[in-house]
């Protein structure tokens, strides 16, 4: 399947939308009809963790894989997994209202959605070495909660480059991203939301926004 570009996204009344929140996938009344959630009952979840995505199959029977979707026509339909809920990837941007939200993708028998890399895997300055030393995709420095740098690459080899020695910060957070076209592309969308939360400023040790498209 090929990959698309996501970006901070507005959804229409009219679009089919799953919700990632409170611990639950939520199905949005336009997916609902098209899904068939009134005689789908169940839904079987497939993982891709290596791209972020997850599929969604429904059907009407039973079985091992299924889960049971709730209706709720008040509050709209909705499935749970304590296991799928138990990933960092998925639990981490269930908490983040601005990208939380996706218009799935049909393939075949599933419904896909990808999910955005959050920077889910966090560990202190000093505590660096946990990083495992091949890891590489985007990262960002946080400084008494305070995002300082946003960037890409081998993660630890980063951390060690001298001019970066004297850089304040506490806390490292990050997700891996293997493909280098990727790593550049999230870095600048997360470097993009900075900029918008914060008046087009960037963080205190980026000296650019990224790769220019």
Known sequence: MAWTKIKKSYF??????????????????????IAELEKNSFVTYYVDEENRKIGFEFKNIEDEYAFKINLNKSKGNYSQSNEL??????????????VNRFKPIKDGNKFVITLLPVFEFRVLRTNYLKIPSEASGIYRYIDNNNIVYIGKGKIRNRLKELSRKDWQFDTIEYSIIGDADLQFEWERFWIEQFKGKNENRLPAYNLISGKIQ
């Open 12 to 33: 229409s009344s009219a679009e089919p939308v799953i919700s990632i929140n409170n611990n639950r996938f939520s199905y949005n009344s336009v997916f609902s009809k």
């Open 85 to 98: 809920f138990s990933k960092d990837w998925i639990q981490k941007i269930s908490k983040i209202k601005e």
